[in-house]
């Protein structure tokens, strides 16, 4: 825990704790929490001595323990990002429905970045929304109708690694569950708390880390792939499309190497390489920081078919909501345990491809039709504009 000579103890970051504990306390409110990958390798470095420690289940139960009705995880909307941001690159690949490179568009600091400095590649970004974006419109649309509760009750509050997506979630574009059922007052999502910020409640609640019992996120959408886990490091995002794109051409599972896609991963700047798909070659790109991205959209890009950007040191593991440990500066070490800790959950599950997630697969079902398709296009897809 950082000391009291620590700057960091010395921040406050009440409001939006404050505002949640409030819904919770408020018996017309279902308060539903969603957890974003790299909260689980990032909770525990608040509270032990070995960084990265894998905290999934010790994470669900504080967020119930803190009054949680609903408590989903964002895995399974990261799967539902790689469908759709999946199939986007494939139309634009194959019928030239956008311009190319395709840019992620997960990272809200890119996305800002490239609307203010680089506005000409704004039709380069894909359209999928962030996966909180993708879990909030879900959950107040087909979840509220599955479990038969008053969308406009329901408060929806992301657990993340990242600052940015407190401003991200208040963008006037992302409000499509409301338009969809007539109440413009309705943001899809109502707030963000960072890990940062979770580990502050739980210490005001008396909450023990060590010694809370394992629980497991609710269904339906609380089942996310290996794929999914993997979105919170540098190059996950990547290698999660790469993996959900060969098996949609395929129709075949992805050998190891394809699987287990080297080139991608690492603490590197800028990692470039190819890949085979259906008989053509994809040349692909992975960048974090601002400074890289620059040197990068400084060579020539045309080569270039899908570019993953993160604007975080090693993707979202180190984003500026995760906590340090004994008030230590987040180094490449640390980044290196979370990172560790990710690849090896991936590598434990039998469920590795987003396109194989039977939840993903219901609610397509159920709801959304087919990806691109006319309610996924409203919903899970969005707009940008030069700012
Ligand atoms: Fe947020 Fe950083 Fe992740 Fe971007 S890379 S989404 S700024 S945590």
Known sequence: QCSAACPESAITLRSEIDLVRTAIGDPEKVVVFSTSPSVRVGLGDAFLDKAGTWAEGKMVAALKALGA??????????????????????????????????????????????????????????????????????????????????????????????????????????????????RSDMRDNDYVITTKELAQWMKEEHIVFEELADAEFDSILGKGSGAGVIFGNTGGVMEAALRMAFQSLTGQPPANDLLDFEPVRGLTGVKKAAVELAGKQINVAVVYGTANAEKFLAGDISDYHFVEVMTCPGGCISGAGQPQMHCVPVVDDIRRSRISSMYAEDARMSLRNSIDNPQVAQVYREFYGEPLGPLAEKLLHTSYRSR
Request: glycine content about 8%; charged content about 20%; hydrophobic content about 40%.
């Open 69 to 182: 009705d609903y408590v989903f995880d964002v895995t399974f909307s990261a799967d539902l990002t790689i469908i759709e941001e999946g199939c986007e690159l494939l139309s634009r690949l194959l019928t030239g429905s956008g311009p190319l490179p395709q840019f992620t568009s997960c990272c809200p600091a890119w996305v800002k970045y490239v609307e203010t400095y680089h506005p000409q590649l704004i039709a380069n970004l894909s359209t999928a929304k962030s996966p909180i974006g993708m879990q909030g419109a879900t959950i107040k649309t087909y979840f509220a109708g599955k479990a038969g509760i008053d969308p406009a009750k329901l408060v929806t509050v992301n657990v993340t690694p990242c600052t940015a997506k407190k401003a991200e979630i208040r963008r006037s574009e992302l409000a499509d569950a409301g338009n969809l059922v007539g």
